[in-house]
């Protein structure tokens, strides 16, 4: 790139820097803003949109994205979606989704092996499996799983409504896979009764009782929010548990002062720029399958229209019906 282009670019951009200027080094910038102009360009000569969870770091988060939630709302907003292209900036499952609802249009993800260790947990035969060992029980399966074990269940949940799914069904005993700590975190606000799977996030699972303790021992008076994919008894020393949404809902109602999110590092950055005057105290954990997506990946996705999400159609048709069961309990 010329150096007149490289300065226009960073022109355009400056606005952007304004906002994540606390979280971006100063000499990291010229190269995202390079992409970050090229990104902007390029989704109007698309047509795209740029849908991204929010663990993606703060310079995809606030400069690039179109939409930003977690992901049930992910999912709720590539329903809604009138682009020609949708640009998952979070993880494979993300975009499966996103595909499942738009089945014409072309959704891509700039690295297909951006995966996560819940997903990797459970086949679709091992729910096959648990049907037979458990005749009868339905089967909610988080988001986080391929769209081959969507297919084998009867209603998907996140985090965010899992409670509500649960109890959507109206029976006293569900199988819910494969996130064994969020299935135990529900179960204890339910009367029904929940079989588990022994999958785990590798990012919420390594949080522990004594890392609370400790936080709030060094930060007197800090808010401890945690993600329910955390162990019960980590969720049991915190003082809210939701999913990212929800810990981005009560820090925007309640405003505590001082405030720990027990996620991933970028959950906790994201949400700063919005709230300068709050204090973040930062006990995260990456995760380095959402930090696969990168600005420059981004680009390169968008230029070259490469890394298609597909789905076999007799997956799609059955893992869809899971996933609008969902969409559709209110
Ligand atoms: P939510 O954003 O739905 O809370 O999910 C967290 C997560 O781990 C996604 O990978
Ligand atoms: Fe999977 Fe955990 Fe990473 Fe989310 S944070 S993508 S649940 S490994």
Known sequence: MSSAAATSALARTAPLYDRVSRFV???EWPAYAHDIDA???LKKERNAVILAHNYQTPQIFHCVADFAGDSLALARMAQDSDADVIVLAGVHFMAETAKLLNPTRKVLISDTSAGCSLAESITAEDVRA???KYPGVPVITYVNTSAAVKAESD??????NALKIVESLGVDRVIMIPDEFLAQNIAKQTKVEIITWAG???VHELFTPQDVRDMREANPGVF??????????VVAEADYAGSTAGMIDYVREHRPPRVALLTECSMSDNV?????DLE???PCNLCPHMKKITLGNLRECLENMTHEVTIDPAVAEAARRAVERMLAVK
């Open 272 to 276: 700063a720029v919005q709230y300068p």
């Open 25 to 27: 080094p100063p000499f």
């Open 200 to 202: 785990h996030c590798e």
């Open 280 to 282: 973040f105290v930062r």
């Open 224 to 233: 401890v929010l945690a993600h329910p994919e955390c162990p019960p008894d």
């Open 39 to 41: 990104i902007l360009r």
């Open 155 to 160: 209603i998907c949940c996140t985090s965010g």
């Open 130 to 132: 648990l049907r037979r």
